[in-house]
């Protein structure tokens, strides 16, 4: 899978370059095949980047940061790629201002990939749609793998209206190069390194979805530092 995610971007370099030197190109086509290279060789550099990021993870440096601020960034940054498939970036209203001791690059990583995710979805459906993410918080049980303990979480939601996940596929999103995508779409490792990411913060991911209803990530992450407690009861 992965070989044919690089294989397919460097074969359109490749005829692009070739195109490029034929001695009947004129400069309008020649413009036209280097974007086209651009455009592919910034597509293989991210998927190595989603490589080693999956390969050479690095624990979390966490400082106290504010959520609200954190989702702010993801959305400006990602809205441009959006609406260039019509799918409308929203923060929620009644977001509020929760802070948590995070490694702030890494789950800007980790809502990215999630919101990213979320496009991908609308845009298979063809007709555009919303993200919407909200910032809450919640005293909640973590669950029995997390040895649950309750505790006051700061909650990332990231919530779309496209094809959904179907009821099979739920339980193997955040396997390492498990993807619906079609071939050439995506690597399989985006809600892998997610996932990863916040468990590491000792957090963990709820998911709900129904196919062609949309589906909703939930995010908890604990708002006060980790400390190891003894098994519960």
Request: charge should be negative; proline fraction near 6%; glycine fraction near 10%.
């Given at each position: 899978?992965?070989?044919?995610?690089?294989?397919?971007?460097?074969?359109?370099?490749a005829g692009r370059a070739r195109l490029i030197t034929e001695p009947d190109a004129t400069l309008d086509e020649s413009r036209t095949h280097a974007a086209a290279i651009l455009e592919q060789s910034e597509r293989v550099a991210?998927?190595?980047?989603?490589?080693?990021?999956?390969?050479?993870?690095?624990?979390?440096?966490?400082?106290?940061?504010?959520?609200?601020?954190?989702?702010?960034?993801?959305?400006?940054?990602?809205?441009?790629?959006?609406?260039?498939?019509?799918?409308?970036?929203?923060?929620?209203?009644?977001?509020?201002?929760?802070?948590?001791?995070?490694?702030?690059?890494?789950?800007?990583?980790?809502?990215?990939?999630?919101?990213?995710?979320?496009?991908?979805?609308?845009a298979a459906g063809g007709e555009g749609g919303q993200v919407r993410v909200a910032v809450q918080t919640a005293d909640?049980?973590?669950?029995?793998?997390?040895?649950?303990?309750?505790?006051?979480?700061?909650?990332?939601?990231?919530?779309?209206?496209?094809?959904?996940?179907?009821?099979?596929?739920?339980?193997?999103?955040?396997?390492?190069?498990?993807?619906?995508?079609?071939?050439?779409?995506?690597?399989?490792?985006?809600?892998?390194?997610?996932?990863?990411?916040?468990?590491?913060?000792?957090?963990?991911?709820?998911?709900?979805?129904?196919?062609?209803?949309?589906?909703?990530?939930?995010?908890?992450?604990?708002?006060?530092?980790?400390?190891?407690?003894?098994?519960?009861?």
């Amino acid at each position: 899978g992965i070989a044919h995610e690089i294989g397919t971007p460097l074969n359109v370099i490749a005829g692009r370059a070739r195109l490029i030197t034929e001695p009947d190109a004129t400069l309008d086509e020649s413009r036209t095949h280097a974007a086209a290279i651009l455009e592919q060789s910034e597509r293989v550099a991210s998927i190595i980047r989603q490589l080693l990021d999956f390969a050479r993870r690095r624990g979390p440096q966490r400082d106290q940061t504010s959520l609200l601020d954190l989702a702010r960034r993801v959305l400006g940054m990602l809205r441009p790629l959006a609406a260039k498939r019509q799918v409308e970036l929203i923060l929620d209203g009644d977001s509020v201002a929760a802070t948590a001791p995070l490694d702030a690059m890494q789950i800007e990583q980790a809502l990215g990939n999630l919101v990213m995710n979320a496009i991908q979805a609308i845009a298979a459906g063809g007709e555009g749609g919303q993200v919407r993410v909200a910032v809450q918080t919640a005293d909640k049980a973590s669950p029995a793998e997390a040895g649950g303990w309750p505790e006051e979480y700061a909650v990332l939601k990231v919530q779309d209206n496209g094809t959904g996940i179907a009821k099979e596929n739920i339980s193997q999103i955040f396997e390492p190069f498990f993807t619906t995508q079609r071939a050439g779409e995506g690597t399989g490792l985006g809600l892998s390194i997610t996932s990863e990411i916040i468990r590491d913060h000792g957090g963990w991911i709820e998911v709900e979805s129904q196919p062609w209803k949309g589906s909703q990530f939930t995010v908890f992450l604990p708002m006060s530092p980790q400390v190891e407690k003894p098994p519960p009861g």
